[in-house]
């Protein structure tokens, strides 16, 4: 079992940054792709964006050139940097995990129970 904790995150106003962390525990053997979404109010789940085991990454477009994603795999973290804050950004922030408990086990994805991060003036 992979558990997953999001922390980071806050309130900011607009413009403003914020780095939010997901940190990876349990019995892992390895994590394969992670991912970043987020939940406004009244809205689905949507993608903020993905980083694979070697570090290549893709984004939402609303997020493009604002948002970095990065993962210490020794850590078992990843890592999602929020430049140019916007209040449209406002929602719970959820970490996947695509993980193996153990050499022969298929990957399994994991979910974190979010952080809320607020953009407002």
């Known amino acids: 079992q992979v558990q997953l904790v999001e922390s980071g995150g806050g309130l900011v106003q607009p413009g403003g940054s914020l780095r939010l962390s997901c940190v990876a525990s349990?019995?892992?053997?390895?994590?394969?792709?992670m991912g970043w979404y987020r939940q406004a109010p009244g809205k689905e789940r949507e993608l903020v964006g993905t980083?694979?085991?070697?570090?290549?990454?893709n984004y939402a477009e609303a997020v493009k050139g604002r948002f970095t994603i990065s993962r210490d795999n020794a850590k078992n973290t990843m890592y999602l940097q929020m430049n140019s804050l916007k209040p449209e950004d406002t929602a719970v922030y959820y970490c996947?995990?695509?993980?193996?408990?153990?050499?022969?086990?298929?990957?399994?994805?994991?979910w974190g129970q979010g952080t809320q991060v607020t953009v407002s003036s």
């Open positions: 349990g019995r892992i053997f390895s994590i394969n792709g």
């Open positions: 980083i694979t085991s070697g570090g290549s990454t």
């Open positions: 996947n995990a695509d993980a193996q408990s153990g050499r022969y086990r298929p990957s399994i994805k994991s």
